[in-house]
């Protein structure tokens, strides 16, 4: 029996672990054993729990609460209560998923301890330094053992840096086992599409037509931290509304719902709030979210994964970003990148409006990503 110690901490990651989790407890039970170690970095109930008791993942068998924190302070702390839980539990490999803090913080502690270190979702670069995700993918990916790229373009960068695949241990610092196994959101996007549609009640709730509304997301700090370009974004969102008539659905993350509040953006609050056609909502639940990429016109974001899920869902999406690590949706046409004013915002949303020729390719693979990793496990360390 191979033991997995599973970092999350953050709401994507919970998202991730659930396919993980699912293949362990369907198909790999005799195998592979999972305890989930919840760092606290995303702690409020519509960050956190609400996943877990949405996604069928199992309560996390320990929850550090760190809570928020300055990025080198959150990191050490996470690093140090991971380490006593490997002491603890002996865990025989430690598995990360993505970017964040706790992505960097298990990558660190796993290698410190002499673990073997997963990476889920390895590969993947912005090449923009500034941003703390590219550090945290960086590490990870350096400390892995085993790097499990969601595209080929993940593999392509892997290989420009000198990696090196090799299916078998001893791994080394450039020799590690990389495969190219599909999206983990894909499995998710799949497996939860037909009972979101059945089971949420988000667009009943808010008077939402299919079809008939916008569905963004913002909450990158680059965005958030930077008060002209907060201000470009959600000014964009009021004249895309207006022009097209359009609601506007916001389910805002917790950090963009401070830095809205806060005095600079005073005006522009009260006229979100008073905007008929801009509805301001708390964090939704997985199952509400996908009934809104489903049933949306299109999607406007700077999240990673929903990037994604507007393709998986069929839906053209603006980036609200200067760059992306999912360059194969911009290559496609099916999404665009823009975040630098207002106009440059609300010309891209109606390029992507008035288009109607998109293709879906397979980019993502074919839905069985946490299938073949739990395969790779068992083959590559369990024998
Ligand atoms: C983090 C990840 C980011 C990921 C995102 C997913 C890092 C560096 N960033 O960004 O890659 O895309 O999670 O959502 O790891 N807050 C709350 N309640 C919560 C969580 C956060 O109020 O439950 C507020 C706090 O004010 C906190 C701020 O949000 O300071 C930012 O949280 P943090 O986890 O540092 O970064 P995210 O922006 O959530
Ligand atoms: N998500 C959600 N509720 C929300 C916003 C996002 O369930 O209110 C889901 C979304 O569908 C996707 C994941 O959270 O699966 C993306 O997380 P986020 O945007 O926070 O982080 P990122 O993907 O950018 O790291």
Request: hydrophobic share 40%; aromatic share 8%.
């Amino acid at each position: 029996m191979l033991k997995i110690l599973t970092i999350v901490g953050a709401r994507p990651q919970f998202i991730k672990a659930a396919a993980i989790n699912r293949a362990i407890k369907s198909q790999f039970s005799n195998s592979l054993q999972e305890y989930i170690l919840h760092t606290g970095q995303h702690y409020d109930d519509n960050m956190s729990k609400i996943f877990f008791d949405e996604l069928g993942i199992h309560k996390p068998n320990v929850n550090l609460n760190i809570g928020s924190k300055e990025y080198e302070l959150q990191i050490k702390e996470m690093q140090q209560g991971i380490e006593k839980v490997i002491i603890d539990e002996k865990p025989n490999v430690v598995l990360v998923y993505g970017d964040t803090n706790s992505t960097h913080a298990g990558a660190l502690a796993g290698s410190k301890m002499n673990l073997p270190v997963i990476h889920i979702e390895a590969g993947l670069r912005s090449f923009n330094n500034v941003m703390p995700e590219e550090k945290n993918r960086i590490v990870a990916d350096e400390l892995s053992s085993m790097l499990f790229c969601p595209t080929n373009t993940a593999v392509q960068n892997l290989e420009k840096e000198g990696f090196k695949h090799s299916p078998k241990q001893p791994f080394t610092k450039t020799q590690k086992a990389i495969y190219h196994c599909g999206d983990v959101m894909f499995d998710n996007s799949l497996h939860f599409e037909k009972l979101a549609n059945q089971n949420s009640d988000i667009l009943k709730c808010n008077n939402l037509t299919e079809g008939e509304f916008i569905l963004a997301t913002v909450h990158r700090g680059y965005n958030t931290d930077n008060a002209d370009r907060l201000s470009s974004i959600f000014k964009s969102f009021i004249s895309i509304s207006n022009q097209h008539n359009i609601k506007i659905v916001i389910p805002l993350h917790p950090r963009t719902e401070k830095a809205l509040n806060g005095k600079e953006h005073k005006d522009l609050f009260e006229e979100l709030t008073a905007n008929k056609n801009v509805l301001l909502l708390e964090p939704v639940s997985f199952l509400d979210m996908i009934a809104l990429e489903s049933n949306c016109r299109m999607v406007m974001t700077d999240s990673g994964g929903v990037q994604k899920e507007s393709f998986f869902f069929r839906k053209p999406c603006v980036v609200l970003r200067t760059e992306t690590e999912w360059v194969e949706l911009i290559e496609n046409g099916n999404n665009v990148l823009a975040v630098q004013s207002e106009d440059r915002i609300v010309t891209a949303c109606n390029s992507l409006l008035s288009k109607n020729d998109f293709t879906f390719p397979s980019f993502y693979g074919d839905g069985k990503a946490a299938h073949f990793i739990c395969e790779k496990l068992i083959s590559n360390i369990a024998s």
